[in-house]
């Protein structure tokens, strides 16, 4: 329920009730719950402690384009619409590429690190391929889901630092092919010496990025705009 408050004008000597509602959100919060009316052009001393509360929760809203992106009607089919193309079919798509991606590097880094060492490495090069795909599956995927529920990744400091290890991890991932596989000059035992430190940080890099988007559905501040 909207209530009006009364607003002080420095330059004149009458009071005026001008409502103005602001938005805000805090932890535990519901969306419906919060919503509330501030004063437009208050005097700061005039504010109570409850009302200086509220002044700084509003300040802390998430930017307003991650509204613009969640009202538009494709964010919106993609998070509500009951088509079996909407939002879980692309999240099964992007566990498809999470295994082509991951997968194949596992193998790739598990060979390295000794283990089936009768299979030969060179042949290995051909992964290469299936992983750029499960890749390119990923990131396209990972895209229209963000452009879901935008303010739910956008606002939580662990979706970066998921960005973050898969940048590093995709990164290792080319140094293992130009400094192992694609140097024709390596006999197996110089590709494994040379392969195993990239190895293990591949391996580390991705187990961290696959448990921090785990933890995005259990860490987020907001699910979707609060208002």
């Known amino acids: 329920m909207e209530t009006s408050r009364d607003f002080f004008d420095p330059n004149s000597r009458t009071t005026e009730r001008r409502p103005n509602r602001r938005c805000y ?17 208050a005097d700061p001393r005039s504010l109570n402690t409850k009302n200086r509360s ?22 919106t089919w993609l998070r509500e619409s009951d088509s079996p193309f909407a939002f879980y079919f692309i999240l099964l ?76 991890a995709v990164w290792v991932m080319t140094k293992l092919k130009s400094r192992v596989f694609d140097d024709s000059s390596l006999d197996e035992a110089a590709m ?10 591949s391996l580390v890099l991705w187990i961290a990025a696959i448990t921090a988007g785990r933890l995005l559905a259990y860490t987020y501040k907001y699910i979707t705009y609060p208002c």
């Open 93 to 168: 798509f992007h566990t498809f590429g999470l295994a082509l991606l991951v997968g194949g590097n596992a193998v790739m880094d598990l060979r390295l690190l000794g283990v089936e060492r009768s299979i030969p490495l060179a042949p290995l090069k051909r992964i290469f391929p299936i992983m750029w795909a499960g890749f390119a599956i990923n990131a396209a995927s990972g895209l229209l889901l963000l452009i879901a529920y935008p303010t739910k990744a956008l606002t939580n400091p662990l979706f970066y630092t998921k960005l973050l290890l898969i940048a590093f």
């Open 54 to 75: 509220i002044v700084f929760a509003a300040m802390a809203l998430p930017p307003v384009f991650l509204r613009s992106i969640e009202a538009s009607s494709f964010s």
């Open 25 to 41: 959100a805090s932890e535990g919060s519901s969306a419906s719950a919060a919503c509330t009316t501030l004063p437009c052009k």
């Open 192 to 201: 494994v010496a040379r392969g195993r430190p990239l190895a293990k940080w």
